[in-house]
């Protein structure tokens, strides 16, 4: 079982950037797919970006597509997910997710293939 953390959050202005970073332990995160999430306040839980086993292929939202970027460190047993030109929207909770059940590019937006989670890191952006 792997256990992920997640830091990076904090507090920016419309137009800057931030780098979140997932940090597992427990087991490789080489061995899982990974993915980010995020939740607003009174909002569902959406999909941000997907990262297969070997990085070699990435997916994105729509929302974010263009201006974050996932990449894997597994000497690190980190994830990133570089966040540039944010936006008042961007501002959320994001989460980091592993997964053994995803395969490609099936099914990457769906939190529910996700197995494992991390608490979360709080991302505020202002305008």
């Excluded at 427990?26 to 980010?36: E, F, I, K, L, Q």
């Excluded at 929302?63 to 959320?92: C, E, H």
């Amino acid at each position: 079982q792997v256990q992920l953390v997640e830091s990076g959050g904090g507090l920016v202005q419309a137009g800057g950037s931030l780098r979140l970073a997932c940090a597992a332990s427990g087991r490789a995160v080489s061995t899982y797919a990974m993915g980010w999430f995020r939740q607003a306040p009174g909002k569902e839980r959406d999909f941000v970006a997907h990262i297969t086993r070997n990085g070699g292929t990435t997916y994105y939202a729509d929302s974010v597509k263009g201006r974050f970027s996932l990449s894997r460190d597994n000497a690190k047993n980190t994830i990133y997910l570089q966040m540039n030109s944010l936006k008042p929207d961007d501002t959320a909770v994001y989460y980091c997710a592993a997964t053994n059940r995803i395969n490609g590019g099936d099914n990457v937006n769906s939190a529910g293939r996700y197995d494992y989670w991390g608490q979360g890191t709080q991302v505020t952006v202002s305008s």
